[in-house]
């Protein structure tokens, strides 16, 4: 609870900001043929970022639910957070699927680059 969903367009700038309820749940919606970066913050904690196109083929008029779980953690003096400030996740129209899903190229290169920040992440407040 207490973090604040942030939807920017393609051009970044703010069309709708969100606040998470008691259980840190946000639920919004999103127009179609349109690209988004979502940004998820708390105060004290790391902020997030998801890029979300909800670009559809043009024979494809269903409405869609797609959930992401995003977790925030706090803080860590030294923690290089740098990979952090590109999105953690892409999500996008899959065709052979019929679905909204996540990039898988890039999902996997993110999170070889995330494995990295929380294995340092683990060792600095094992030692704190």
């Given at each position: 609870?207490?973090?604040?969903?942030?939807?920017?367009?393609?051009?970044?700038y703010?069309?709708?900001?969100?606040?998470?309820?008691?259980k840190?749940?946000?639920?919004?919606?999103l127009p179609?043929?349109?690209?988004?970066k979502i940004?998820?913050q708390?105060?004290?904690?790391?902020?997030?970022?998801?890029e979300?196109?909800?670009?559809?083929p043009?024979?494809?008029?269903?409405?869609?639910?797609?959930?992401?779980?995003?977790?925030?953690?706090?803080?860590?003096p030294?923690?290089?957070?740098?990979?952090l400030?590109?999105?953690?996740?892409?999500i996008?129209?899959?065709?052979?699927?019929?679905?909204f899903?996540?990039?898988a190229?890039?999902?996997?290169?993110?999170n070889?680059?995330?494995?990295?920040?929380?294995k340092e992440?683990?060792?600095?407040t094992?030692?704190?």
């Amino acid at each position: 609870s207490g973090a604040i969903l942030k939807v920017l367009n393609s051009n970044n700038y703010l069309v709708a900001s969100y606040f998470a309820d008691k259980k840190g749940k946000i639920s919004f919606r999103l127009p179609f043929d349109k690209k988004f970066k979502i940004i998820i913050q708390k105060k004290g904690y790391v902020a997030k970022i998801v890029e979300i196109d909800t670009n559809l083929p043009s024979d494809v008029i269903n409405a869609f639910i797609f959930g992401v779980d995003v977790a925030l953690f706090a803080v860590v003096p030294k923690l290089n957070t740098d990979v952090l400030l590109k999105p953690v996740a892409r999500i996008q129209y899959d065709k052979m699927g019929k679905e909204f899903n996540y990039d898988a190229s890039y999902t996997h290169k993110i999170n070889g680059e995330l494995k990295k920040m929380y294995k340092e992440y683990y060792t600095l407040t094992k030692t704190n």
